[in-house]
């Protein structure tokens, strides 16, 4: 059973400092993988995706990386700002799911102090 | 174009109730999945429809249900409503079943 671990489950830094979060899932057999960023109360906006066959993925100020033998995602943001505070939350596809059902991590909360 | 729409954006009901909960999908996408998020928590796949059949299920009871009309429109429907029924309703659209996901704003149900 695919299970899918973010920590830490929060992280405050300063403006300006870069932001590194962590995803770790236990099954390597993934389709894909998708970063998100969920602001207090409202729906998630999808951040990026990476297929299982990239290393990485990029998009201005995000970079994530994708290791699939070692069950390991990184999302990169560079010089944080105010507006990145929010619930960044990673969920991975499986090969053996045919129809594309997302297993979500619980999420790391991250406040950018100014 | 207008992303993922949900309606309503909040319901209030009393146990034993039932809802119905509504998503629109992206222009272009077929595929409606629908999730639940408790607070504090990741959402949990509840089911996804395709060309209007039910493909794949969560691990949900059998009182929640739903539904795919021609237009790819969606409803989420909950019987006999439970207090651990409260949470954030999301539903995702997609092109297919294997593309990237796109999250509506959510409906925030709260079962008194």
């Known amino acids: 059973k695919q299970e899918v671990t973010q920590i830490p489950a929060a992280l405050s830094v300063p403006e300006g400092e870069n932001l590194v979060l962590n995803c770790s899932f236990t099954?390597?057999?993934?389709?894909?993988l998708q970063w998100f960023r969920q602001d207090p109360g409202k729906g998630l906006t999808s951040l990026l995706l990476?297929?299982?066959?990239?290393r990485e993925q990029t998009s201005g100020r995000l970079n994530a990386s994708l290791d699939k033998s070692s069950g390991r995602s990184t999302l990169y943001i560079a010089a944080s700002q105010p507006g990145d505070s929010a619930t960044y939350l990673c969920?991975?596809?499986?090969?053996?799911?045919?129809?594309?059902?997302?297993?979500f991590g619980s999420g790391t909360q991250v406040v950018v102090t100014p | 174009d207008a992303g993922v729409t949900q309606s309503p954006t909040h319901l209030i009901k009393t146990r034993g109730q039932q809802v119905t909960l509504r998503c629109s999908p992206k222009?272009?996408?077929?595929?409606v999945s629908w999730y639940q998020q408790a607070l504090g928590q990741g959402p949990q796949f509840i089911f996804q429809?395709?060309?209007?059949?039910?493909?794949q299920r969560g691990n949900f009871p059998d009182r929640f249900s739903g539904h795919q009309f021609p237009n790819y429109s969606s409803e989420l429907n909950v019987n006999a409503l439970l207090l651990g029924d409260s949470a954030l309703y999301l539903c995702?659209?997609?092109?297919?079943?294997?593309?990237?996901?796109?999250f509506g704003p959510g409906t925030r149900l709260t079962v008194l």
């Open positions: 995702a659209s997609s092109r297919g079943t294997e593309d990237e996901q796109f």
């Open positions: 099954d390597s057999a993934i389709y894909n």
């Open positions: 990476i297929q299982s066959s990239q």
């Open positions: 969920a991975v596809s499986m090969t053996t799911d045919s129809w594309g059902k997302l297993q």
């Open positions: 222009s272009g996408h077929d595929t």
């Open positions: 429809y395709y060309e209007e059949e039910e493909r």
